[in-house]
C-alpha cells in the first residue's frame, strides 16, 4: 500500500512542524503510526493511532510535545510536532499497522512503510 510522507524540513529549537502521510487506498481500518530513524540508530516508533482517531500512543521521548491524528475522508494521518528538539532530528516514517493494538510499538507489526521525510532540528 503506497503511503507518502510530507512536510519535513529545517526548524530551529523549539519550532514545530506538521508531517502529513496520505494513503492512496481507503485505510480507515487500520492502526496507523509513525517511526523515525537518525543516523546510526535503529528505527524508533514515535506515535500510533487507532482507526477511529480515538486512541493513541506515544513514546516517552516525544509524548506532550507531538500529536498524531487522522482524516479517514482524505486518507491522511499526520504528526504535529511542537518544542522541537535537535534530538528530534532523524527520517520520519508513516506505516500501516497490521499486528493490532498489542504490537503497536514494534516495527514488524508494520507492513506498508512511505519513503520518509527528513526533518531537521537545528540548536
Known amino acids: 500500500v503506497p503511503l507518502v510522507e510530507s512536510g519535513g524540513g529545517l526548524v530551529q529549537a523549539g519550532g514545530s512542524l506538521r508531517l502529513s502521510c496520505t494513503c492512496s487506498v481507503f485505510f480507515g481500518s487500520n492502526i496507523m503510526g509513525w517511526f523515525r530513524q537518525a543516523p546510526g540508530k535503529e528505527r524508533e516508533f514515535i506515535a500510533a493511532i487507532d482507526y477511529s482517531g480515538g486512541t493513541t500512543k506515544y513514546a516517552d521521548s516525544v509524548n506532550g510535545r507531538f500529536t498524531i491524528s487522522r482524516d479517514n475522508a482524505r486518507n491522511t494521518v499526520y504528526l504535529q510536532m511542537n518544542n522541537l528538539k535537535p534530538e528530534d532530528t532523524a527520517l520520519y516514517y508513516c506505516?500501516?499497522?497490521?499486528?493490532?493494538?498489542?504490537?503497536?510499538?514494534?516495527?514488524?507489526?508494520?507492513?506498508?512503510w512511505g519513503q520518509g521525510t527528513q526533518v531537521t532540528v537545528s540548536s
Open positions: 506505516a500501516r499497522n497490521v499486528g493490532g493494538w498489542a504490537g503497536t510499538s514494534r516495527h514488524f507489526s508494520y507492513d506498508s
